[in-house]
């Protein structure tokens, strides 16, 4: 799909020299199919050599333009259908080229609406209503091609695509047109006009192709118009980092369903999965009898359903998601495993274990300092899933490092550079176990987070961060060995670009001192990203949380989504304080901070832009 002349260019070479054969699937065929990968094909493939394994088919519908065929439309479905999923998808190309660079603008067209030939939202709009009706009718001469029993039922199952590029003809980049408000509203109409035919003949699972800045060009940004529908991204180079890229905010504001990556020679596609949490907890044997938690799923589209395959009777999961015992638990490890799914077909699986009787260490488990710092130090351990007072009793590190029975952990009085451990075991009445762990650098001064921070091109001219540390004795000086001229470090710690940089990851590294003879290192990765043109009065949208806030700590957490500019601000419920320490326009990091024992649960974030736009997205508590 993307990138299709470039591949019949290449097709055309391979076919000249001989080339052209199915031989480069060999190594696939051998592997183990995965559901959640599969690949695309259209007009560049009409030679052949589809791949021998696949998890799912994609077709292309159109000859590379709206209202044209895909030539070998029928042999492809063909393939698509020997799939291990076996129902294909389809996708069609879109554009709106206005009445000046096609003759198949509609001059005197009375529905859907009332069109007289003008370059108008109206024309546009049944300009995609028919496009839509001739790639539907040629889907359903295929199915019928290939001997399916009801063609249309077929065609309106199946999942249909909106290839959006800017290959093909859109008002804004005409120069016949230009880019203006108006021509986005033409170029987004066709749009609508492409939905609204594949609803009205039952289609119900419609999602857009795209990339960010090809959509932010066609539509203007669309603000949450096309929010509602799933969003298929392009431009991973390999399929670790298509998996990963399901955690990206969409060009739409819509979930991202699909992700595009090579393989093979061809478009491979990954879809995203439901992706649930949380997945661990702790419990007190005496508390196991009444244990609950309620498991929570990003990535959906509407009410998931919970399907438990394996861990019953001793945990058992509703329908809704709700994890409860089968009565009181021995000690031991427990774990539920299942798949979920939603009304748009979309799927995923969740896993979730419960220790019982298991004292799990919470923060802290490391820390440092300076040598003339560790007189005085002390520092609490804490640890979940036990009932009443936890107690600790010491195996190893004194008498450097000591720990009471409390788990108050302190030193013996001023100790020499280097690294500290203390281990021991933890216990409370009931007969819950566990262990600890802690480490203590002396001398060593480390870095704070975070080390790692992404920013657009335009904001990249301006970006500054102050590094920190902890463990330093007086005023730390920074010497910068790596990263210049795109990144600069100054003696104090403050990092600064060199001007705008382009879209990529940029590294500073160094050194640190203070004047107590202590040192460290530092690292720090600026990842330069593509802008994101905000349309004026879009309101901002939330896909999903990154992380789960747990109760008594503070965690760092990200927000996904578009429209969050200046730096919002973020509420929940009492008990919870929510700062926002950066916004990127897409992403939103946090640090939350929940009052000790609050209770478990699905919660809302609300975030507030300056201007008080406001939305809202749902988050995950331990």
Not at 220 to 230: K, L, M, Y
Request: with cysteine; aromatic share 8%.
């Amino acid at each position: 799909m993307f990138n299709q002349l470039t591949k019949v260019l290449v097709a055309a070479s391979l076919a000249s020299m001989g080339l052209f054969a199915t031989t480069a699937f060999a190594a696939a065929s051998a592997q183990t199919i995965s559901p959640a990968t599969g690949y695309d094909i259209s007009y560049p493939q009409c030679n052949g050599g589809f791949p021998a394994t696949a998890g799912f088919g994609i077709v292309g519908v159109n000859d590379g333009h709206p209202l044209t065929t895909n030539p070998c439309l029928a042999s492809e479905l063909g393939w698509a259908a020997t799939t291990a999923n076996a129902s294909p998808a389809f996708y069609m190309n879109t554009d709106s080229p206005g009445p000046q660079y096609t003759s198949n603008w509609p001059s005197s067209q009375q529905t859907p609406d009332v069109c007289s030939g003008a370059n108008s939202t109206a024309c546009s709009y049944d300009y995609g209503w028919n496009a839509a009706q001739v790639s539907f009718n040629a889907a359903v001469s295929a199915e019928s091609a290939g001997g399916v029993a009801s063609p249309t039922t077929a065609a309106q199952a199946a999942k249909w695509w909106l290839d959006v590029e800017t290959g093909n003809h859109w008002e804004t980049i005409e120069s016949k047109y230009g880019a203006t408000g108006a021509s986005d509203a033409i170029d987004q109409a066709m749009l609508r006009g492409t939905i609204a035919y594949l609803t009205s003949v039952g289609v119900t699972q419609i999602g857009i192709y795209c990339t960010s800045s090809q959509w932010h060009t066609i539509t203007g940004g669309a603000g949450s118009t096309f929010s509602a529908f799933p969003a298929w991204m392009p431009g991973y180079p390999t399929l670790a980092a298509a998996e990963a890229a399901c955690l990206s905010a969409s060009f739409n504001g819509g979930r991202v369903a699909m992700i595009q990556y090579p393989s093979h020679g061809l478009d491979g596609d990954y879809i995203c999965g439901l992706v649930s949490t949380p997945a661990l907890a702790s419990v007190a044997v005496a508390e196991s009898s009444s244990f609950t938690d309620q498991l929570a799923v990003v990535g959906n589209v509407g009410t998931v359903t919970y399907v438990q395959t394996s861990g019953s009777p001793n945990l058992t999961v509703s329908a809704t998601g709700l994890i409860a015992t089968g009565g009181q638990l021995a000690t031991g490890k427990y774990v539920l495993s299942g798949t979920t799914s939603d009304p748009n077909n979309d799927h995923g699986t969740f896993s979730f274990t419960l220790n019982v009787g298991t004292i799990t260490q919470s923060a802290p488990l490391a820390a440092s300092t300076t040598v003339p710092g560790t007189s005085g130090f002390s520092q609490q351990l804490a640890g979940s899933g036990f009932d009443g007072t936890i107690t600790y009793v010491q195996s190893s590190g004194s008498p450097n490092l000591a720990v009471s029975s409390t788990g108050l952990v302190t030193t013996s009085g001023t100790l020499a550079k280097g690294s500290y451990s203390a281990t021991g075991t933890t216990s409370d009445a009931n007969g819950d176990k566990g262990t600890f762990t802690y480490a203590l650098a002396v001398g060593t001064i480390t870095e704070s987070l975070p080390t790692s921070i992404s920013t657009s091109m335009s904001e990249s001219t301006t970006f500054t961060h102050q590094l920190a540390v902890s463990g330093s004795a007086g005023t730390v000086v920074y010497v910068q060995t790596s990263g210049t001229p795109s990144l600069t470090v100054s003696s104090t710690g403050l990092l600064a670009t060199s001007g705008a940089l382009a879209v990529g990851s940029y590294v500073a590294r160094g050194t640190t001192t203070d004047p107590g003879g202590d040192k460290g290192t530092f690292f720090y990765n600026l990842i330069v990203t593509a802008d994101v043109v905000v349309p004026v009065n879009s309101l901002p949208v939330a896909t999903r949380v990154v992380g789960y806030a747990v109760a008594g700590r503070t965690v760092s957490l990200a927000i996904t989504g578009s429209g969050f500019y200046g730096r919002p601000r973020v509420t929940s419920h009492s008990g919870t304080r929510v700062i926002v320490t950066k916004d990127s326009g897409t992403l939103l990091f946090l640090k939350a901070t929940v009052k000790a024992r609050s209770r478990r649960g699905t919660f809302t974030f609300t975030i507030t832009l300056a201007n008080g736009d406001q939305c809202q997205v749902k988050y995950v508590q331990r």
